[in-house]
């Protein structure tokens, strides 16, 4: 897949070639084996997930200590080296890849869980550790992680928190800036910020912390973090709906939430062709409701202490849901296999959308009676080029992942696509990015959903902690708004 060239932009002339004395004295820090320069073993950290987002670096550095980090982040900001932390590297937005040539700084080597608390249910652990790991690890004390998302084998806590990762149980926990109960992370001299408290109050000043949460690299580089988990559910269900009209998903969902109450821990949608897509493209995944032909169809899940109670109640929800027409056709999972089977078809929507080719993938947060709306109107906007529209998403948080597959990147397809999406976006008040964040693709965009005053703000917050603008540049924030905020000699160069 030939990756998109349309988010190109000019490297900033400022920063430094990597030199033979910089990996010298990466050396020094983490041993040989923690630097790597072969072409071969660097492609995996240059391009994305998608394979849309490609620079080239010359060197990933694995450190495997706090201590290691901080050496090197001190090392390149004074040689004004330009650095993107990467974590597992599933991001969608072209954030954990280099646009150039910058030092790839992976945490996969910062993968040790720390401590856990089996009463608070407060897990500390370094940042590389991957989201399904630390899920297991904490399972056999009886908790879950209170995030769950498609990536999960691959994706590192600390990319999910620099990401801010919403996912699919979002619905029940909340976001991550309600779980994460401590951080520690790296500035760009090499200061090492200690704020990894496990306490669920503390009103000690700003909330530094949060800060770092969603910041996609631009501010810090997180090595460890704190996380309060929830118990571990002891039941839970999983029905799978069919509906007729996105009118009834939303009648739907007002119904699920007043019969499910307290148990409901997820509401997903998917569009007919995200379904007949996942299906064509996925060896193993099964349709669950094989004579139904609906336009849309319903995850829909409850977790709770009580496996009959929840269950009869589930059971009782789609009876009435069916009867009064709400819903076509509907089934529930008997066992863990045909749950896991019905997320299997739900989390693979994006493997299969990869399968197909190249994506034009739009993360937005939408008043839920508009959601669908988007998508048809997109349909609309590109009839007449080799387009395939796909909507699905996180209806309970109102999260529309609207995807637009092509046979190849396309600048007309683009063009077609965007401004138009974020303003259509904007005049609705949504927001351009609801889980997946900002990265490279949309680093010019944040104007649609937050005023001028907070940019300008965050770019003030960027310059004081990153002032040499070394941590994922071309990422996050406008160039005009860092532009005001940081002396001109130390600016990227006009474009
Ligand atoms: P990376 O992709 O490596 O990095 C993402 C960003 O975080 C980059 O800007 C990077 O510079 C920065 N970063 C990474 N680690 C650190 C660190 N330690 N310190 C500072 N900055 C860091 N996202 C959702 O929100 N919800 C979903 O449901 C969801 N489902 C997905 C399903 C699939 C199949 C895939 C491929 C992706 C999905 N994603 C989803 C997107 C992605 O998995 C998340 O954004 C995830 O949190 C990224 O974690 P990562 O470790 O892979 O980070
Ligand atoms: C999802 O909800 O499946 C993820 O956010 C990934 C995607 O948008 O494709
Ligand atoms: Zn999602």
Redesign the pocket.
């Known amino acids: 897949m030939r990756a998109a060239s349309s988010y190109t932009v000019p490297r900033d002339p400022r920063f430094a070639q990597l030199e033979q004395q910089d990996l010298d004295y990466f050396r020094s820090v983490i041993g040989d084996t923690g630097v790597l320069t072969d072409p071969d073993a660097l492609q995996t950290y240059s391009i994305?997930?998608m394979g849309k987002y490609e620079g080239k670096c010359s060197v990933a550095l694995r450190p495997k200590s706090t201590e290691q980090v901080s050496k090197i982040l001190a090392h390149c900001n004074k040689r004004l080296l330009a650095v993107?932390?990467?974590?597992?590297?599933?991001?969608?937005v072209g954030?954990?890849t280099p646009v150039h040539d910058e030092v790839v700084l992976s945490?996969a080597g910062l993968n040790r869980v720390l401590s856990f608390d089996a009463v608070s249910g407060a897990l500390v652990c370094e940042?590389?550790c991957v989201l399904e790991q630390l899920d297991a690890h904490v399972g056999g004390h009886g908790f879950t992680m209170p995030l769950d998302?498609?990536?999960k084998g691959?994706?590192?806590i600390?990319?999910?928190?620099?990401?801010n990762?919403?996912?699919?149980r979002l619905l029940r926990y909340g976001s991550l800036h309600g779980s994460v109960l401590g951080l520690e992370?790296v500035l760009a001299n090499g200061t090492v910020l200690d704020l990894l408290t496990t306490l669920r109050k503390d009103n000690t000043g700003y909330d530094l912390k949060q800060l770092?949460v969603g910041?996609?690299?631009?501010l810090?580089?997180?090595?460890a973090a704190a996380i309060q988990c929830p118990p571990r559910p002891a039941a839970v269900h999983v029905a799978y709906l069919a509906v007729p009209s996105f009118a009834t998903v939303q009648q739907v969902f007002v119904r699920a939430r007043r019969r499910l109450g307290e148990i409901l821990s997820a509401f997903e949608f998917l569009d007919r062709g995200s379904l007949e897509l996942t299906l064509a493209e996925l060896d193993g995944v099964r349709d669950p409701l094989p004579s139904s032909a609906e336009p849309f169809y319903l995850v829909v899940e409850t977790s709770g202490s009580n496996a009959e109670h929840d269950y009869a109640k589930l059971e009782a929800f789609l009876e009435e849901v069916m009867e009064e027409g709400l819903v076509a056709d509907g089934t529930l999972a008997q066992d863990s296999t045909q749950v896991a089977g019905i997320w299997g078809l739900r989390?693979g929507i994006?493997?299969a959308l990869r399968h197909a080719g190249p994506v034009y993938k739009y993360d937005l947060s939408l008043p839920v009676g508009k959601m669908y709306e988007l998508v048809e109107e997109t349909r609309a906007r590109v009839a007449g080029l080799p387009c395939r529209v796909f909507g699905y998403g996180?209806l309970g948080d109102g999260n529309l992942h609207l995807n637009v597959s092509t046979p190849r990147y396309d600048d007309a397809v683009q063009a077609r696509l965007e401004p138009w999406i974020y303003e259509w976006t904007a005049a609705q008040r949504g927001s351009v990015s609801a889980?997946?964040?900002m990265?490279r693709m949309k680093a010019e965009c944040i104007g649609y959903s937050k005023p001028a005053a907070a940019v300008d703000v965050m770019a003030q917050i960027k310059a004081l902690l990153d002032p040499n603008l070394i941590l994922?540049p071309y990422?996050v924030l406008p160039r005009a708004a860092l532009a005001g905020n940081v002396p001109a000699q130390r600016m990227p160069a006009a474009a």
């Open positions: 994305d997930w993107v932390p990467q974590g597992g590297n599933t991001g969608l954030g954990s945490t940042a590389g998302l498609g990536a691959s994706c590192h600390g990319g999910n928190l620099a990401t990762a919403g996912g699919l992370a770092l910041s996609e690299g631009t810090g580089v997180i090595t989390e994006s493997v996180h889980e997946h964040g990265g994922n990422k």
